[in-house]
C-alpha cells in the first residue's frame, strides 16, 4: 500500500495543475469520493493514480461487487421495438441503443455513477484550458470482420458526427464544441481534439454518453444492420426488424469473453407484456420499466429491479411573456406542485424532487445548498395578487401523450386552479407535438405552457444550453437573461471543479428565482432482471453492457 | 315496399301525424325498446345532472390515496392518482353523450345531403361522388379516423366533424336509395313540371317523404358514434384528459390491470357497454316499428 | 362459365382498381398534411436541422411531393412497394409479415366465429319465435354492439388476470409452434368474435326463415324427402347466400378493425403498421398498409360477389346489382 501512495506521490510531482487541483479538493474534503472519481476520470487520472490516492486517504477501493456468474447460457432480453433502422450515425431512439451497445464499444464508458470509465481509449488528457484533449487508444482491438482498430478508425467515426452532412444525431450535442475537422490522428494510436471552444467536460461527449459515438471501421458505408460490425463483446447471429436480434460472444474481444454464449434480444411495442414476460420467466431482462405500472413486479422475490439515479426528465415550459411574463406569476405556478406526494404516488418512490434547474442531484456539480421549492399556496397567492394576477387566467397547457406526461398535465391542472388559473389541456401525438421543431411550426417550442420529455445525460450542458440561452434553439419558455448566459458559458468552460460547483450554485439560484422552467422532478432509470441474472451494467441513457453478465 | 302511398294522399301531414302516433304507441309496447330508453335515459340524467350530486369533484386529485380499492368512502375504488372512480364514471356519460350525438348530426346531414344530391341527379354526378365514397368506405372507419386526428390533433370539434364525415358516406348510402325509389314517383315530376328548382324539390318535396328511413339511419349511426368515439379516446384521439371519460379511463388505467386494480375499468367498461347496448336496443325497436 | 359473367367480372375488376388507385392519392395527399418530416421523424426533435435536411436529402425525401408519388407509383407497377424510410429497406417484407400475422388473427376469428354464428342463426331460425330465438336474437344484437376494447378489458380481466388461462400479450415468443400461436391468439381473436357473431347469426336467421317458407322447400317436403335432406339441399344453401356476402365483407372489416385489437394486445398487424407509419411519415409504409387494407377489402367483396353470382345464376344477368 505504501508503494501505492508512493507512486501517487511520485506521480504528483509530474502531473498538471489541474490534475494536482482534483486531487487537492479530494483530499480537502471539498469533494466527495464520488465526485472526486468523477472528477478524477473526466480529466484523465487514471484508476490506479485514483485508487492510490484513495488507499493513501484511507477510503476502500472502487469498484462494485457483485456475484460473479458462471460462463455460458443464453440471455433473453426483452426491449421496446426500435422504431427504425439501427443505424449508429442517426440513432435517436432507445430502442436502437442496447444492440449498439452489444455490438459497438466507445472511447469511454460514462458508467452509473457518472465516473467514466476506459474502453477503446486508455487515458485521455487536456491541455492547460480544456480547449485540445489527446486521446490514447487500447492496442490490439479487432473489428468482429477481424481488422485491427487504429486511430484512423476513431478519427473517421468521430468526424462523420461532427459533418453536417452526414445526417448525425450526434451533431446538435457537438454544436458549439467539436466541428467537422476538429479530430485528428496523431499517431496509430493517438487521437487530439481540437474544439470549438473550451470544454471542461468533453470526454463525456465521445463516451457512452453521446450514443451515436461507438467506434465504426473508417469505411463504414451506412449499412450497419447488414453485420452489425463494431469492436463489441457480441457479434450479430440474426436480425429481423420489428422482431429481435441474437449475437453471439465474440471470443476475440479486447476484455476477454463474455460470459455469456448468447444475447437473444426480443422487440415489444408496449411495456407490459415485457413485464409479463419477466415475471412469467420468458425473458432475463427488460431493459426499460416505468414506475406506472409496473407494482407487480417491485415486491416479486424472481425479479431484480436495477434502480440507476438519473437525470431523465419533464421541462414545464412557461413563455416568458403574456399572461406568464411576469416571473412571480410563473414562480406562484412552481409553489404549487406537491413534488413529494408526486414522487410517492406517481414513481412510488423512484424519483428525485427537481428544484426548477437542471442541477439534478445525481450531477456532482450541483449546489446542494440551494433551498428546495415546496408547495406554499398562500405564498403562491400573494405572488399573484402581487403580480396584479389574483383573479387568475385562462390558459392552454401543451403536452404528448407518453407515459405519464397526460397525468402530470391532470395534475397541473389541478394544482394551478388553486390559485386561480384555469388551465385546459391539449394532449397530442408525439409527432405533432414537436411538429417541425422550428418556431412557427412546432407546438412544442410554441405553446406558452407545455410539458416536454428530456431523457438521461452524463453532463448537464445540454440542458443548460439548448433550453434557456437566450440563442438556444429548443427555448420553449423564451427565456433571455444575458447574465445566466454568461454564467453557463462560464461553467462549460471551467475544468476544476470547485469553479464548477460555484457557477452551478449561482445558476441554480438565477433559475430558481425566475422560473423559465419547472423542473418537477427528475426519475430513476428502472430496469428489471431475473433474479438468477447478475452483472448486469447499465447506463441511465438505456444501454446495457452485458460483458460480464452471467447466470448465477 | 308494397306501402308506399300515403305520399298520394290530399293531406300527407295528416296522414304523417296518425302514423307518427301509431309508431310511438307500438313502441311503448316493446319491452327491448322501453329497456333500452331507460338506460338512456338514465345516463342522459347523469351527464346533466351528475356533477352536482356525486359524492366527490371527479377531478380532485389525492396523491396520497391513488389505487384504493372500493370502499365505504370511494364505492369504485380511486385511479392512478387517487381521484374517485364513482363520481368519473357518473360524469364519465356527459363528454360521450355530447359529441357522440354532435357527430351523428353532422354525419347525418352531409350524408343526407350528398344522397339527395347523388339520387336526385344520378348520371356522372352519382358515378363520380359514388365512387369517392366507394373509396371512403374500402377503408375501416376507424383507421381513416385516427389518420386525420394524428394530422389535425385531437379537438372536441375535430373528432365530431371526423366522425360525422366518415360516417356521411354510409348516410348517403341509404339516402340514395330512398330518393332513387322517389324520384321516378308522380308528385316528382309534377313538380318538375311546374318549374320548381332541384334544390326546392330535393329538400321540399323529396326530403320529408324519405324522413323514416333517415331517423333510423340516424339512431342506428349515434350506436356506431358512441362506439367509434369510445374507441377512439381508448385510442387516445377522442375525449382529452383530464375530463372524466370512459374509453379514456380504459386507457390509463389499463397499464395497471395486471397489478390487480381492475376497479379503475371495470365500471368504465360496463358504463360503456351499457349506454350502447341501450341506445342500439333503441334503435332496433325503432326500426322495427317504422317498418311494421 | 356462362358468357354473362366474364363482362360482369371484369367490370368488377376495373371499377375495384379505380377504386385502389383513388385510394393511393388520397392517402398521398392526405400524407401531405401529416406534420413534421421523415429525417426529423428520425433523428428526433433534439437533432440539428442540418442533420436534418442531410438525411432528408439521402432517404431522398426531400423531393417535390408528386415526384415522389410518380417514382412511388412507378415501381409499384413493376412489382416493387418501395423503400421504407425509417428501416432504410423495402417495404415488403413489413407488409408481408404484419398481413400474415393479421391473416392469422383473421382467421383464428372466422374459425370462431363462423361455424357459431351460422350454427346460432339456423337454431334461431328453426325454433323461430320460441325464447331461444329471442334469446340468441337479443345477445346477437348486444354484443355486435360492444367496442372491441370493452370486451377485451372483460376477458383480459376474466381469462388472463382473474383464471390466468391465456396469455394476455397476443405476441408469442420467437419460434414458437403453432399451437403456442393459437393460444396467444384465442383472447384477442375473441372480442371480433363478438362483434361478428351478431351479424352471421342474424343474417343466417333471416335467410333460413326465407328459405324455409320457400316454394321450393315445401315442394321438397311435399316430395316427401327426408327432413335432414330438405334442410341441407335446399334449405341451408339458399339460406347461406347473403351470409356468404356478409362474410366476406366483414373479413375486409376485420383485417382493419384490428387496429384496436393489435393496440390492446400488442399485436403487430397491419393496423398497427399502419398507424405507426403514419407516426413516423414512413410515406412508402404508409401507402403501401393502406392499399394492402383497401385491397384486401376489394378482393373480398370481389370474392362475395362471385361467389354469389355462380349460386345464384339469377343474379348474373344483373337485374339488382
Given at each position: 500500500m505504501s508503494k501505492?501512495?508512493?507512486?501517487?506521490?511520485?506521480?504528483?510531482?509530474?502531473?498538471?495543475?489541474?490534475?494536482?487541483?482534483?486531487?487537492?479538493?479530494?483530499?480537502?474534503?471539498?469533494l466527495d469520493r464520488r465526485a472526486f472519481f468523477r472528477h478524477g476520470s473526466r480529466i484523465g487520472l487514471s484508476a490506479a493514480v485514483m485508487a492510490g490516492v484513495l488507499q493513501g486517504a484511507g477510503f476502500a477501493p472502487i469498484g462494485r461487487a457483485f456475484a460473479q456468474g458462471k460462463s455460458g447460457g443464453t440471455i433473453r432480453v426483452a426491449q421496446i421495438t426500435p422504431s427504425g433502422a439501427i443505424e449508429p450515425v442517426s440513432v435517436a431512439d432507445q430502442g436502437g441503443l442496447l444492440p449498439l451497445a452489444l455490438a459497438g464499444d466507445f472511447l469511454a464508458l460514462d458508467g452509473p455513477d457518472l465516473v467514466l470509465r476506459p474502453m477503446l481509449a486508455t487515458s485521455w488528457k487536456p491541455n492547460e484550458d480544456g480547449s485540445v484533449w489527446t486521446f490514447t487508444l487500447r492496442p490490439g482491438v479487432k473489428f468482429h470482420d477481424g481488422r485491427t482498430m487504429t486511430a484512423d478508425d476513431v478519427v473517421a467515426s468521430i468526424d462523420r458526427l461532427a459533418d453536417p452532412a452526414n445526417g448525425s444525431n450526434a451533431l446538435s450535442a457537438f454544436k458549439g464544441v467539436l466541428s467537422k475537422g476538429g479530430t485528428t490522428k496523431v499517431d496509430d494510436l493517438t487521437v487530439k481534439f481540437t474544439l470549438d471552444a473550451p470544454n471542461g467536460n468533453f470526454p463525456y461527449y465521445v463516451s457512452s454518453d453521446n450514443y451515436n459515438a461507438i467506434i465504426l471501421p473508417a469505411d463504414y458505408k451506412g449499412d450497419f444492420e447488414k453485420n452489425f460490425n463494431g469492436t463489441g463483446p457480441f457479434k450479430i447471429e440474426t436480425y429481423t426488424p420489428k422482431v429481435g436480434a441474437t449475437f453471439v460472444r465474440n471470443p476475440d474481444y479486447w476484455a476477454g469473453p463474455a460470459l455469456a454464449d448468447k444475447v437473444e434480444i426480443s422487440f415489444y411495442a408496449e411495456q407490459q407484456p415485457q413485464v409479463l414476460a419477466v415475471l412469467g420467466g420468458q425473458i432475463d431482462l427488460v431493459q426499460q420499466i416505468v414506475a406506472q405500472g409496473s407494482q407487480s413486479l417491485f415486491d416479486n422475490p424472481a425479479v431484480k429491479i436495477l434502480r440507476l439515479k438519473s437525470n431523465a426528465h419533464r421541462q414545464i415550459h412557461m413563455k416568458n411573456k403574456g399572461a406568464f411574463a411576469d416571473k412571480r406569476v410563473r414562480q406562484a405556478v412552481a409553489l404549487t406542485l406537491d413534488r413529494p406526494a408526486i414522487i410517492k404516488g406517481l414513481f412510488k418512490g423512484m424519483a428525485d424532487p427537481g428544484n426548477d434547474s437542471p442541477f439534478a442531484p445525481v450531477f456532482p456539480s450541483t449546489d446542494t445548498s440551494v433551498p428546495q421549492r415546496v408547495k406554499d399556496i398562500a405564498k403562491a397567492k400573494e405572488l399573484m395578487a402581487a403580480a396584479g394576477a389574483e383573479k387568475g387566467f385562462e390558459v392552454t397547457l401543451t403536452t404528448m401523450q407518453m407515459q405519464e406526461l397526460p397525468t402530470i398535465a391532470s395534475l397541473i391542472r389541478n394544482s394551478a386552479g388553486e390559485i386561480g388559473i384555469k388551465v385546459n389541456l391539449k394532449i397530442e401525438d408525439v409527432g405533432a407535438y414537436y411538429g417541425d421543431a422550428v418556431p412557427g411550426k412546432s407546438d412544442w417550442l410554441d405553446s406558452e405552457f407545455g410539458i416536454t420529455d428530456y431523457g438521461h445525460r452524463g453532463t448537464p450542458n445540454v440542458f443548460l444550453a439548448a433550453p434557456l440561452l437566450s440563442t438556444g434553439t429548443w427555448n420553449s419558455a423564451e427565456f433571455k437573461n444575458p447574465e445566466y448566459d454568461k454564467l453557463v458559458a462560464s461553467y462549460i468552460a471551467a475544468l476544476d471543479p470547485a469553479a464548477q460547483k460555484a457557477q452551478a450554485g449561482a445558476i441554480q439560484r438565477l433559475l430558481l428565482d425566475e422560473t423559465p422552467v419547472i423542473f418537477p422532478y427528475f426519475y430513476d432509470y428502472l430496469t428489471a432482471t431475473s433474479s438468477k441474472l447478475t452483472g448486469v451494467e447499465g447506463t441511465a441513457m438505456g444501454q446495457m453492457f452485458l460483458h460480464k453478465a452471467g447466470f448465477v | 315496399m308494397s306501402e308506399a302511398l300515403p305520399l298520394t294522399e290530399p293531406a300527407p301531414g295528416l296522414a304523417r301525424e296518425a302514423r307518427t302516433r301509431g309508431?310511438?304507441?307500438?313502441?311503448?309496447?316493446?319491452?327491448?325498446?322501453?329497456?333500452?330508453?331507460?338506460?338512456?335515459?338514465?345516463?342522459?340524467?347523469?351527464?346533466?345532472?351528475?356533477?352536482?350530486?356525486?359524492?366527490?369533484d371527479p377531478y380532485a386529485d389525492d396523491l396520497l390515496n391513488t389505487l384504493q380499492p372500493p370502499s365505504a368512502e370511494h364505492w369504485f375504488g380511486t385511479d392512478q392518482i387517487g381521484r374517485d372512480v364513482f363520481s368519473r364514471v357518473l360524469v364519465g356519460a356527459r363528454a360521450i353523450l355530447t359529441i357522440a350525438p354532435l357527430a351523428t348530426l353532422v354525419g347525418t346531414v352531409a350524408g343526407t345531403a350528398i344522397g339527395l344530391i347523388?339520387?336526385?341527379?344520378?348520371?356522372?354526378?352519382?358515378?363520380?361522388?359514388?365512387?369517392?365514397?366507394?373509396?371512403?368506405?374500402?377503408?375501416?372507419?376507424?383507421?381513416?379516423?385516427?389518420?386525420?386526428?394524428?394530422?389535425?390533433?385531437?379537438?372536441?370539434?375535430?373528432?365530431?366533424?371526423?366522425?360525422?364525415?366518415?360516417?356521411?358516406?354510409?348516410v348517403a348510402r341509404t339516402v340514395r336509395a330512398a330518393v332513387l325509389?322517389?324520384?321516378?314517383?308522380?308528385?316528382?315530376?309534377?313538380?318538375?313540371?311546374?318549374?320548381?328548382?332541384?334544390?326546392?324539390?330535393?329538400?321540399?318535396?323529396?326530403?320529408?317523404?324519405?324522413?323514416?328511413?333517415?331517423i333510423v339511419e340516424g339512431t342506428v349511426r349515434l350506436g356506431y358514434a358512441i362506439f367509434t368515439i369510445a374507441s377512439l379516446s381508448f385510442l387516445g384521439f377522442g375525449v382529452q384528459p383530464p375530463t372524466p371519460d370512459w374509453g379514456l379511463a380504459i386507457a390509463e388505467n389499463y397499464g395497471v390491470l395486471i397489478g390487480g386494480f381492475w376497479w379503475t375499468v371495470v365500471f368504465d367498461t360496463a358504463a360503456t357497454a351499457s349506454l350502447i347496448v341501450g341506445v342500439n336496443l333503441a334503435a332496433e325497436s325503432l326500426q322495427r316499428a317504422l317498418a311494421e | 362459365m356462362s358468357g354473362a359473367l366474364g363482362p360482369f367480372l371484369l367490370k368488377r375488376l376495373a371499377l375495384s382498381l379505380l377504386t385502389l388507385w383513388l385510394l393511393s392519392v388520397v392517402v398521398f395527399f392526405g400524407c401531405q398534411v401529416l406534420p413534421g418530416d421523415p429525417a426529423r421523424a428520425i433523428l428526433g426533435p433534439l437533432a440539428d436541422p442540418r442533420a436534418v435536411a442531410a438525411l432528408n436529402e439521402k432517404l431522398g425525401s426531400d423531393r417535390p411531393p408528386v415526384e415522389i408519388y410518380l417514382s412511388w407509383m412507378g415501381g409499384l407497377i413493376t412489382g416493387d412497394m418501395g423503400q421504407s424510410y425509417a428501416y432504410r429497406s423495402p417495404v415488403a417484407p413489413f407488409i408481408g409479415s404484419a398481413l400474415v400475422n393479421s391473416l392469422k388473427l383473421a382467421a383464428t376469428v372466422f374459425a370462431i366465429v363462423v361455424p357459431l354464428g351460422i350454427g346460432a342463426g339456423v337454431l334461431a331460425a328453426l325454433r323461430a319465435g320460441r325464447p331461444i330465438?329471442?334469446?340468441?336474437?337479443?345477445?346477437?344484437?348486444?354484443?355486435?354492439?360492444?367496442?372491441?376494447?370493452?370486451?377485451?378489458?372483460?376477458?383480459?380481466?376474466?381469462?388472463?388476470?382473474?383464471?390466468?388461462?391465456?396469455?394476455?400479450?397476443?405476441?408469442?415468443?420467437?419460434?414458437?409452434?403453432?399451437?403456442v400461436q393459437l393460444q396467444h391468439l384465442i383472447l384477442p381473436a375473441l372480442p371480433l368474435?363478438?362483434?361478428?357473431?351478431?351479424?352471421?347469426?342474424?343474417?343466417?336467421?333471416?335467410?333460413?326463415?326465407?328459405?324455409?317458407?320457400?316454394?321450393?322447400?315445401?315442394?321438397a317436403i311435399l316430395k316427401g324427402l327426408p327432413w335432414r335432406t330438405v334442410l341441407s339441399r335446399h334449405v341451408l344453401r339458399n339460406a347461406l347466400l347473403p351470409t356468404i356476402t356478409v362474410i366476406a365483407?366483414?373479413?375486409?372489416?376485420?383485417?382493419?378493425?384490428?387496429?384496436?385489437?393489435?393496440?390492446?394486445?400488442?399485436?403487430?398487424?397491419?393496423?398497427?403498421?399502419?398507424?405507426?407509419a403514419a407516426r413516423a411519415k414512413d410515406f412508402a409504409m404508409l401507402q403501401a398498409g393502406i392499399l394492402t387494407v383497401g385491397a384486401f377489402f376489394v378482393v373480398t367483396t370481389l370474392l362475395a360477389d362471385i361467389v354469389t353470382t355462380l349460386l345464384d345464376p339469377r343474379l348474373r344477368t344483373g337485374g339488382r346489382r
Open positions: 501505492l501512495i508512493g507512486f501517487v506521490n511520485k506521480w504528483r510531482q509530474g502531473a498538471s495543475e489541474l490534475e494536482n487541483g482534483v486531487v487537492d479538493q479530494f483530499l480537502l474534503g471539498q | 309508431v310511438v304507441g307500438r313502441l311503448l309496447r316493446t319491452p327491448s325498446f322501453l329497456i333500452g330508453i331507460t338506460i338512456l335515459l338514465f345516463w342522459a340524467v347523469c351527464a346533466v345532472f351528475a356533477p352536482s350530486f356525486v359524492p366527490y347523388t339520387g336526385y341527379f344520378g348520371g356522372w354526378v352519382d358515378a363520380i361522388i359514388g365512387r369517392l365514397l366507394e373509396v371512403m368506405l374500402s377503408l375501416p372507419l376507424i383507421i381513416v379516423a385516427l389518420l386525420v386526428l394524428v394530422a389535425l390533433g385531437p379537438s372536441t370539434p375535430t373528432v365530431v366533424v371526423v366522425v360525422g364525415l366518415v360516417f356521411a358516406p354510409l325509389t322517389e324520384r321516378h314517383l308522380d308528385y316528382v315530376a309534377a313538380a318538375a313540371v311546374r318549374g320548381e328548382s332541384a334544390p326546392y324539390i330535393m329538400s321540399v318535396e323529396i326530403l320529408p317523404n324519405i324522413t323514416p328511413p333517415i | 330465438d329471442r334469446l340468441i336474437s337479443v345477445a346477437g344484437l348486444s354484443l355486435t354492439v360492444i367496442p372491441e376494447f370493452v370486451s377485451s378489458i372483460a376477458l383480459i380481466l376474466v381469462f388472463a388476470v382473474l383464471l390466468r388461462w391465456l396469455p394476455l400479450s397476443a405476441s408469442w415468443p420467437a419460434g414458437s409452434g403453432p399451437l368474435v363478438i362483434v361478428l357473431f351478431g351479424y352471421i347469426a342474424r343474417m343466417t336467421r333471416a335467410g333460413m326463415v326465407e328459405a324455409l317458407s320457400a316454394d321450393y322447400t315445401r315442394t365483407a366483414q373479413m375486409g372489416y376485420a383485417l382493419g378493425g384490428l387496429v384496436v385489437v393489435e393496440s390492446l394486445f400488442r399485436y403487430q398487424g397491419i393496423g398497427s403498421l399502419v398507424l405507426g
